[in-house]
Each structure stands twice: as structure tokens, then as C-alpha cells.
């Protein structure tokens, strides 16, 4: 096509895009095309939050403080848009839900391959998680993600960039910054990613609660109790302990 003939349609593909909502159910369930579409821009944010990812991964290696602030800030705006469309499905009615749910067979979103991706790409690589996968996948954990576990991570990065800051008491870092401040702000960044994971994962058992029950089994068979336990992962642990540390360190108390 020529420069001259493209068009915001074409250049977007635009009815191509608009023709991928197709509904499972028959007689289509009005409330169907709703589900459809927040899963369908999910993951076209999940492609986007991949590659910045990237990016970010990079900059961290260049020690471009700047570079990753500029994309830091987008993919946490991207997360925060990702949980308003999850929260919009608060609005459908549970039974609406109940109507057009069977046609979904064993479809569902625990089976997201670029959420696995981002989850790996991020820096979670707990051993329980990995055989988790296994065991949610038939055909084991999907090449895509086996891919993913072989790069460099985000956590990783940032705790090389830290290495090579010479940065080993992360509390006294805190406490005074010195001239690495910038690095300060990068970590508290990252801290910013780390809560809105935890503000998603949080929000999908209250959504799952609230649609079918908390004590309904998914479409792919799993219980909530899954979803409940992975809220306690923690991208970058150590970022959040200092502040245990910390508290200590003006005089507060930590529990057993």
C-alpha cells in the first residue's frame, strides 16, 4: 500500500480488530462482548508492558537512570489502566455471568501466556511458582515462558545496577542516598511496579470472589486458594524489608 492510500484504519487495521470479538454464546449473551473486549485489551497492554520491560531491562544495564524513570512511569500508568478494565467487570451482573459462562469450556485467564511472560520477565522465579505452572499446563510450561526464564530479569538488573553502585546496606541507602539519589528514585519506582502486581493480584480474587463465589472452582478447574496465595510474591523483596529495617533503626519493634 502506498504512504499516500494509508489511513488511520488501515494503518491500525482497525476492522480487522474489530472483527476478533466473537461470542461463544447462542442465542450471544449481551454482556458477553464486555468480557471479551477487557480480556482482548489486557493483553494488548501485556504486549506493551513486554516490551518496555525490555527497554527497561536495558537502560538499567546502561545505567540510564533517565531512560528508565521515562519508561518506569508508563508501564506503572499501563498496570494502573490494566486494573480499572479488570474492575469493570465488577459492573456485570453475577448471574449474567452464570448465563454464558458454560460456553467458555475450559478457557480462562489463568492460561494468559504473556501474564506468565511478564511474571518471569519481572523476576519471579520461585521454584513453587515454576512447578505450579507445570502442573497447570498440560503440555508443561509454555516455550514462550521457558524463553523468558533464560533472559535477564528486572529484578536482576536492578540488583546488578545496585552491585554496581556498591549499594550492600540498602537500609542505610535509604537512610541516605547520597549522591545516588536518582538510583533512590528508580528503586522507589520499581517499588511503585511491585505494588500495583500486588494491587492486580489482590483484585482478581475480590473480582473472582465477587462474580462466581469464593468457593468456585475457575473454568480451568482451579480454586481461588491459588490466586489467594500468589499475592505474597514480591518482585523485589529487598526494597520492601528495608523498611523493617528502618523501623528498627527509629526505634520501632518488629513481630515475630
Given at each position: 500500500m502506498a504512504e499516500d492510500d494509508l489511513t488511520y484504519l488501515t494503518y491500525l487495521h482497525v476492522p480487522e480488530l474489530l472483527a476478533l470479538q466473537h461470542h461463544r454464546s447462542d442465542p450471544p449473551h449481551p454482556e458477553e462482548l464486555h468480557f471479551i473486549i477487557v480480556h482482548q485489551s489486557l493483553e494488548l497492554w501485556f504486549k506493551l508492558l513486554l516490551h518496555d520491560l525490555e527497554r527497561i531491562i536495558g537502560a538499567l544495564d546502561a545505567d540510564d537512570w533517565s531512560g528508565v524513570l521515562v519508561l518506569l512511569r508508563r508501564v506503572n500508568d499501563v498496570m494502573a489502566f490494566g486494573l480499572d478494565q479488570m474492575r469493570s467487570l465488577h459492573d456485570m451482573p453475577p448471574w449474567s455471568l452464570q448465563e454464558f459462562r458454560s460456553y467458555l469450556g475450559t478457557a480462562s485467564g489463568i492460561q494468559s501466556v504473556q501474564f506468565r511472560e511478564l511474571e518471569v520477565l519481572s523476576g519471579l522465579r520461585d521454584e513453587q511458582y515454576l512447578k505450579g505452572l507445570e502442573v497447570l499446563s498440560d503440555d508443561g510450561i509454555p516455550p514462550a515462558v521457558?524463553?523468558?526464564?533464560?533472559?535477564?530479569?528486572?529484578?536482576?538488573?536492578?540488583?546488578?545496577?545496585?552491585?554496581?553502585?556498591?549499594?550492600?546496606?540498602?537500609?542505610?541507602?535509604?537512610?541516605?542516598?547520597?549522591?545516588?539519589?536518582?538510583?533512590?528514585?528508580?528503586?522507589?519506582?520499581?517499588?511503585?511496579?511491585?505494588?500495583?502486581?500486588?494491587?492486580?493480584?489482590?483484585?482478581?480474587?475480590?473480582?473472582?470472589?465477587?462474580?462466581?463465589?469464593?468457593?468456585?472452582?475457575?473454568?480451568?478447574?482451579?480454586?481461588?486458594?491459588?490466586?489467594?496465595?500468589?499475592?505474597?510474591?514480591?518482585?523485589?523483596?529487598?526494597?520492601?524489608?528495608?523498611?523493617?529495617?528502618l523501623s528498627v533503626r527509629g526505634g520501632g519493634e518488629l513481630v515475630e
Open positions: 521457558t524463553k523468558r526464564l533464560g533472559q535477564r530479569s528486572l529484578a536482576e538488573a536492578h540488583a546488578h545496577a545496585a552491585d554496581r553502585l556498591g549499594i550492600t546496606d540498602w537500609a542505610g541507602f535509604y537512610a541516605d542516598p547520597g549522591p545516588n539519589g536518582v538510583f533512590y528514585v528508580v528503586c522507589e519506582s520499581l517499588v511503585d511496579y511491585d505494588e500495583r502486581w500486588i494491587r492486580w493480584r489482590n483484585e482478581h480474587v475480590t473480582l473472582v470472589e465477587r462474580t462466581l463465589g469464593p468457593r468456585t472452582r475457575g473454568t480451568a478447574g482451579t480454586a481461588i486458594s491459588y490466586l489467594q496465595r500468589t499475592t505474597r510474591y514480591r518482585y523485589f523483596p529487598q526494597l520492601w524489608e528495608l523498611r523493617n529495617d
